[in-house]
């Protein structure tokens, strides 16, 4: 789960890392007010979960109150990038005078913790990686071990000389967020060196393990503050993964590997998928039912692909489901089923007595994609 | 032959008397797996038809001579459960518990890089060697011995590409479903090095995903030190790109991470990939050494 900038401050600040002072603010007018209250002028930012804030307009510099509460109505009203805005975090204008950038994120390649930090930070950090990865100072953090004085050394040994023991104890810091909160990411980008020689996160990018959040109830609690699509929610409710993409074939399979296949052989077949739905291991009705209806609540699908091999889950079970899902909701795209592995056969003749209109049957994965992508053209 | 499971495999199940443990421990024996033992804390006495459970791994180790754990144990208490089956020495643990903290892996993972134990998983199917011995939730019926190592970090569509290859007759010495969380126990190349040094196993089928670059490295692994003919898939070319938040990520692993930066690494040194569950297969029996 990503959290907001000023929700992975306040962790920030819980721990001792000095950041500016912040009010958040979900109007205009409440933005005007916290802009006096921060001495009259304040750094306005779009708190959404994504990143590309400054190039995309999600950060304005207001010189009055009057300039903040035009900048939060215009960011509340605009959104950002597509999704819904419900707040921006005002800030005290700070005067920076070094920008650094630090993060602490899990290293899936060791399986360890990976400490990070450059004296470069404000231009492009990826790029910087690409170009001169020497620039970057990476330290590797044993889970059993912490980090050591050493590392921390060696890490902010290319700052300035006097933001170098206030960036050590941040890291040290920074790490005891990512412990404290079960995060998989804690950047920092910038961190500044301040013209008075304080070092503060300007910036807070926090993302917490989705499977820790069990004991994060704090932090769980936020997840109903951050906008969510209504037919990912639905889908959620069943626990069924659904990411809506922009074709026109609706695919649904069970297991995220065979699903992504899926996907790859439909866009093969010159088909163009509209989704990614991963059914588990459900097979039961109300499991298809509820995946179909999902599919088909986008209207922008024209023919639906039902992709199952059966392991543990039984083709006969899901040829079932199929047969009751249709009982239950009315539509007219077409259907394309391929049922493969254990029990496949009696699947596939289930589908074939219910002589279910608008269903189809595929003997392999390929024909099937190949199908679907046919009749999604067909429709159009 | 096969590698890391065999006819000498003595499993005891982590999380017997649950639900799953039961479900797939039943299934594992009677497709021919020496189940010896279950753990439960708490049950140690009981019995799961015929299977005899106790309280702790240490003893059943001892009672049973097992050699192999099966982890079926609730996320929230899985990490515990594999220090536990590394301390009573078992040789190979298998953990198909999905949804373990990152922070209770990461730990486990250090811990097990001093310990002579191996782990494949979590969030894993586990691994199977065809007619000799099933340890997982990988559907006896689809496999067949034969020639053919197969490692996936994927479930069901590893199934999925072992039925194109016993379809197409080509059998398999031993199928490992290593598992797609971020931290996890055997990789790719330690998979890849099993097969490489045994004898029955004369061509590796290796499927990646998108994601990390353990596949780039395998691809590495393959040109300095494989003769083995390898065959390679990779799924979610279509696959939305994910939210991403921070630069961490990039950071570490550039332009890695694509299926497009997957397959064409695979192909850099000569191994060929499918560009379909069916087509592996194809390629898999044209590349066979006859």
């Not at chain 1, 990503?2 to 603010?25: C, M, S, W």
């Amino acid at each position: 789960m990503d959290l907001y900038e000023h929700q992975g401050k306040e962790l920030f600040r819980d721990h001792g890392i000095p950041t500016p002072r912040g009010i958040v603010a979900r109007s205009g007018d409440e933005a005007r007010r916290a802009a006096e209250e921060l001495g009259g002028g304040a750094v306005v930012k779009v708190q959404v979960q994504t990143g590309g804030r400054g190039k995309g307009g999600g950060i304005v510099v207001a010189r009055s109150p009057d300039e903040a509460a035009a900048a939060a109505e215009r960011m509340l009203s605009e959104g950002f990038k597509g999704t819904p805005v419900t707040r921006v975090l005002c800030e005290e204008l700070v005067d920076v005078a070094h920008e650094f950038y630090c993060a602490i994120t899990l290293d899936r390649s060791t399986g360890t913790f990976l400490a990070m930090i450059t004296a470069e930070g404000g231009m492009d950090i990826e790029q910087l990686a690409d170009e001169r990865p020497d620039a970057i100072r990476r330290a590797h953090v044993d889970p059993m071990l912490g980090v050591h004085g050493y590392q921390l050394r060696w890490l902010a040994g290319t700052l300035p000389a006097e933001a170098r023991e206030p960036a050590m104890e941040i890291l040290r810091k920074i790490y005891e967020v990512l412990r404290a909160a079960d995060g998989t990411l804690v950047e920092v980008n910038p961190l500044a060196q301040l013209g008075d020689g304080r070092v503060v996160a300007l910036d807070s990018k926090v993302t917490v393990d989705d499977s820790a959040l069990y004991r994060q109830p704090e932090i769980a609690k936020l997840r109903a503050e951050f906008p969510i699509d209504p037919t990912e929610a639905k889908a959620k409710e069943k626990d069924l993964q659904y990411v809506k993409l922009d074709g026109d074939v609706g695919i649904m399979g069970n297991g995220a590997g065979l699903v992504m296949s899926t996907l790859d052989l439909v866009a093969q077949a010159g088909g163009r998928p509209a989704n990614f739905l991963d059914a588990g291991g459900g097979s039961g009705a109300d499991v298809i039912a509820t995946g179909l209806e999902v599919m088909l609540s986008d209207p922008a699908v024209r023919s639906v692909l039902v992709n199952i091999f059966g392991g543990i889950t039984r083709c006969d079970e899901v040829a079932r489901g199929i047969v009751q899902a249709l009982g239950m909701i009315e539509t007219t795209v077409p259907m394309v089923v391929r049922l493969d592995g254990t029990n496949a056969e009696e699947g596939r003749r289930i589908l074939a007595d219910a002589s279910l209109s608008g269903v189809e049957t595929a003997d392999t994965m390929w024909d099937g994609a190949r199908m679907a992508a046919d009749l999604s053209k067909q429709a159009a | 032959m096969s590698v890391l499971i065999d006819r000498s495999t003595r499993v005891v199940v982590q999380g017997l008397t649950g639900e799953q443990g039961r479900f797939h421990g039943l299934r594992n024996r009677a497709y021919g797996t020496e189940v010896v033992a279950g753990v439960t804390p708490g049950k140690g006495g009981q019995d799961v038809e015929g299977i005899p459970v106790f309280d702790t791994v240490m003893e059943a180790v001892h009672e049973t001579q097992a050699n192999t754990s099966l982890v079926f144990v609730p996320a929230r208490f899985a990490a515990e459960s594999i220090y536990e089956a590394a301390d009573a020495s078992i040789d190979l643990i298998v953990c198909i518990t999905e949804g373990i903290p990152v922070h209770d892996m990461a730990p486990v993972a250090s811990y097990l890089r001093g310990s002579p134990s191996l782990l494949i998983g979590p969030n894993c199917p586990g691994l199977i060697s065809p007619g000799k011995s099933n340890v997982g939730i990988i559907p006896g019926e689809i496999c067949t011995p034969g020639p053919v190592g197969l490692v996936s970090r994927s479930g069901t569509l590893t199934y999925q590409i072992v039925h194109e290859l016993t379809t197409g007759g080509l059998g398999q010495s031993t199928c490992i479903g290593i598992g797609g969380d971020p931290v996890h126990g055997l990789g790719f190349i330690e998979a890849l090095e099993r097969f490489e040094a045994d004898p029955d196993t004369h061509l590796v089928v290796l499927i990646g995903e998108i994601g990390g670059d353990d596949e780039e490295k395998a691809a590495a692994f393959i040109a300095d030190r494989m003769s083995t003919p390898v065959v390679g898939y990779v799924a979610g070319f279509t696959a939305p790109p994910g939210k991403r938040m921070g630069h961490a990520g990039a950071i570490i692993t550039g332009s890695r991470g694509t299926a497009q930066a997957k397959a064409e690494a695979f192909e850099k040194v000569g191994v060929k990939v499918g560009r379909t569950p069916a087509e592996v297969a194809e390629l898999a029996a044209a590349a066979l050494p006859s």
